[in-house]
């Protein structure tokens, strides 16, 4: 059975900081590439991070590049995501995503609040 378990989101000020985990079961995790997306209320989920399975080589969305960080530990199957300078459009429900050609997984969410 397949399990994405996501944590670490909460509620943080303007300029402030959050890591995000995911952590997984069920896959051999270093196969996976491993991404972040997020969905905001009333929009569309959107792309955040994403993590190659061998190289560990990152891309980030336009909106995060330079603020977040995405980095996985394949000896503990699990993938971090360090938000620094978070905006309130930061705001939404963070999702861990698992894709290989043996499938396509998804975590149940965390939610990040950006708000003074």
């Known amino acids: 059975q397949v399990q994405l378990v996501e944590s670490g989101g909460g509620l943080v000020q303007p300029g402030g900081s959050l890591r995000l985990s995911c952590a997984a079961s069920g896959i051999t995790f270093s196969s996976y590439v491993m991404s972040w997306y997020r969905q905001a209320p009333g929009k569309e989920r959107e792309l955040v991070a994403t993590i190659s399975s061998v190289v560990s080589s990152t891309n980030y969305a336009g909106t995060v590049k330079g603020r977040f960080t995405l980095s996985r530990d394949n000896a503990k199957n699990t993938v971090y995501l360090q938000m620094n300078s978070l905006k309130s459009e930061d705001t939404a429900v963070y999702y861990c995503?698992?894709?290989?050609?043996?499938?396509?997984?998804w975590g149940k969410g965390t939610l990040v609040t950006v708000s003074s």
């Open positions: 995503n698992a894709r290989s050609l043996q499938g396509n997984y």
